[in-house]
């Protein structure tokens, strides 16, 4: 366990799979929408709330909202091919072997 | 861009020239998007580039490789400026600087003198900055890189290593790059103060110095150094020089200290040099301080914590970074570590600064470093080549480059729970529903921080814009935001129905107060995720009501919270000073810790890929 390298933190966090249960055990239950992580998504769900400031402190208006990933999934395409393009990066594959 | 540092009471119009392009070319490079090579960030990337086989810029380009491309430069150009300054041209200038009506009335023209000065004082300027951007930062933002605050750098180290000399500007360069280094080395690692006041204290020397300079001691450091020579030759290392025999006793200290004409080209009276060579020093004297556990790469994880506790982004980056460092805090002292190995954090102080946050990637990357989280979008972009060449990850949650998402390009990058693209669809979502599903005909204005993470909605935005038929406004202000009176101005006017803001640091206060100024509907004014927390709204308390903001971490009291006031506040761990236990910012930065590593960390073979999510 002592010899955890950068790499393997790597691929922890490729695989990572969040749970409500998981969460609770770290003792921050509900903190964030369940979610995983893969080879080609490292984004999560991209949900988020809604909060208002009520004079004396923060106040939840909704539970997690989701986006519309119609719209920022052709973006995010457009944007990271220019990026590889840029930079010459060969975009890997990320069907499992 | 610099001015050259003519006499006060001449070339008055080219020091203020140049100072007003200073404001106006940075203005000018990000209204043309030419400029910025139409990029979504407003940043320019530098390409790699090989010399020899070799790499000089790019993130695989090694350090010997820049230094000695670099050095080649410096060598050339410093002695091409030596000799130039003891050729007719260099006559002239030490004319014009004397007394330039003198210098006028015995021929020398004061304008062609003046001038060329200029331009080849511009030219080594020029070199440097391209030097800088392209073989040092990587990527440049207009307005960080360089601001006002690189060209009082380079005064700085001009006044500090001494006017005039050529031996100065180095000397200069290498006072100014060292001092921080070595006050991080005195104060932080021997002494163990806070890092933030070692940077304050800086500042204070830094300040300091140049008054003690200018009235003690105009010449600088290349004065300093060649009186220091001066004593040295006479005792304990006394040497015949051409004309003097050193058996002249008492009387020759002190004839020799008022006349130091006889010396090689170290008086002020012979030498000017032309100013600006020292960007290239500047990469040499960076990146490696805090490596105090070389041999020990093994025996602990490493998590660097690249904060920011000073500057105007310090009343997000401390509460961010207690939470971020209590959570580890509370491991190492009740869990004795993740799976009994201890965490060892290391912080390094960036003020938000893209370059200094560079510097401590710099700094930190050779002590085996697991993960990056640099708070800072701008960060991320310089660190996500370097990272991704030196096969550590960064965890940039909910800021830094949001087309990172996509893995196949971004290995080493991850954005979850979400990012800004998502928090715009997720804004103009909840306003959809507030108004029946149509935004058809409504004005939304998006008042956004002028920077790299201010202008990462824009294209969502905009995309969305045309879907759901509302115009959209942009409404830039300047860093750290501070000034938002004109923005506001024209918000009162335009009257649109609803502002998002992309804000952080000072600038959230500041905007909150102005609408409240000019009574615009709070409820409409909505923020994303970094302006959302307790001090934004704590100042203006109650006349603050009704504002709204995003969140990508739910509030309140979790049990965690209680763990941590007993294990690590309470037994004096805490990495702050115990107050931001609970707070937004600090239960966001406790956020990460649910994240690997952990001992099972193997998993991604056996596991089956999730099915959904078309991104």
């Known amino acids: 366990m002592a010899d955890i390298t950068p790499a393997m933190m790597r691929d922890g966090m490729e695989a990572l799979e969040l749970t409500n249960a998981r969460m609770e055990e770290l003792g921050m239950p509900g903190i964030g929408p369940e979610f995983a992580v893969s080879c080609a998504d490292h984004g999560g769900t991209g949900m988020a709330i809604m909060t208002q400031w009520n004079g004396t402190e923060w106040v939840t208006l909704s539970d997690f909202i989701a986006p519309d990933d119609s719209v920022t999934g052709p973006l995010v395409i457009e944007d990271s091919m220019a990026y590889a393009a840029e930079d010459g990066i060969e975009p890997r594959s990320c069907t499992d072997s | ?108 023209n004061p304008l062609r003198a003046k001038l060329s000065a200029f331009a080849v004082s511009s030219f080594y300027v020029g070199i440097s900055g391209a030097l800088l951007f392209t073989v040092y930062l990587g990527a440049a933002e207009v307005g960080e890189a360089y601001g006002i605050q690189k060209s009082f750098l380079v005064l700085f180290m001009i006044i500090i290593g001494g006017l005039g000399s050529l031996f ?57 150094w060649a009186l220091a020579k001066e004593k040295l030759r006479l005792w304990p290392f006394p040497i015949e020089w051409a004309g003097h025999r050193d058996t002249t006793g008492e009387e020759a200290p002190a004839a020799q200290q008022k006349e130091p004409r006889g010396q090689r080209g170290e008086t002020r009276l012979t030498e000017p040099e032309p100013l600006g060579r020292t960007t290239p020093m500047k990469s040499l004297a ?36 207690d939470g971020y460092q209590d959570y580890f805090a509370l491991l190492n002292a009740r869990d004795g570590g993740i799976g009994g190995v201890p965490v060892r954090v290391v912080e390094c102080e960036t003020a938000y600064n893209t370059e200094r946050g560079v510097e401590c990637y710099e700094a930190t990357r050779g002590d085996n470093p697991l993960v990056y989280q640099p708070l800072s979008t701008g960060i991320t972009y310089q660190l996500i080549p370097r990272a991704t060449a030196d096969g550590i990850p960064l965890h940039t949650m909910g800021y830094g480059r949001t087309s990172a998402v996509n893995g196949e390009v971004f290995s080493h990058v991850f954005n979850y729970p979400a990012n800004y693209w998502d928090a715009a669809s997720v804004m103009i979502n909840v306003l959809l529903d507030e108004n029946g599903g149509s935004l058809e005909g409504k004005k939304i204005t998006l008042l956004y921080h002028n920077s790299a993470y201010g202008r990462e909605p824009i294209r969502t935005l905009e995309t969305l814009a045309a879907q759901h038929g509302f115009t959209l406004n942009l409404l830039a202000v300047d860093s750290p935001g501070q000034e938002q009176g004109n923005q506001w101005l024209t918000i009162r006017r335009d009257r649109p129905d609803y502002v998002l803001f992309w804000g952080w640091g000072v600038m959230n206060q500041v905007a909150i107060q102005e609408a409240i100024n000019i009574r615009y509907p709070l409820e409409n004014f909505i923020g994303n995720w970094w302006a959302g927390a307790d001090h934004d709204v704590a100042s203006a308390g109650a006349a603050a009501a009704g504002y709204r903001a995003l969140n990508m971490n739910r509030l309140g009291d979790m049990p965690v919270f209680a763990e941590i006031q007993h294990h690590v506040i309470d037994a004096g761990l805490a990495a702050g000073d115990g107050t931001n236990l609970g707070s937004v910012l600090y239960t966001r930065g406790c956020m990460p810790r649910c994240w690997p590593p952990r001992p099972s960390a193997r998993r991604r073979k056996s596991m089956a890929w999730p099915t959904s999510r078309p991104r």
């Open chain 2, 1 to 108: 861009m610099l001015r050259p540092a003519l006499p006060a009471d001449q070339g008055v119009l080219p020091g203020r020239g140049t100072l007003a392009a200073q404001f106006f070319l940075v203005w000018l490079f990000n209204k043309v998007p030419w400029f910025y090579n139409y990029s979504a960030s407003g940043q320019i990337n530098a390409p790699e580039r090989t010399i020899l086989g070799m790499a000089v810029t790019g993130p695989n380009a090694e350090a010997w490789v820049k230094y000695l491309f670099c050095f080649a430069f410096v060598f050339v150009l410093a002695w091409v400026a030596r000799n130039l300054t003891r050729g007719a041209m260099g006559r002239q200038w030490m004319a014009i600087r004397d007394m330039d009506i003198a210098a006028e009335i015995i021929g020398v």
């Open chain 2, 168 to 224: 100065g500007s180095f000397a200069g360069a290498a006072f100014m790059v060292l001092l921080p280094v070595a006050l991080k080395v005195l104060l932080v690692d021997t002494m163990g103060w806070d890092t933030a006041l070692a940077t304050h204290f800086q500042f204070v020397i830094v300040g300091a110095l140049i008054m003690i300079f200018l009235i003690a001691e105009p010449h600088g450091l290349a004065r300093l």
């Open chain 2, 286 to 321: 960076t990146g490696g301080s805090s490596l105090d556990t070389a041999g020990l790469a093994f025996a602990d994880l490493m998590i660097p914590d690249l904060s920011y506790r000073t500057g105007p982004f310090a009343a997000g980056g401390i509460p961010f970074s």
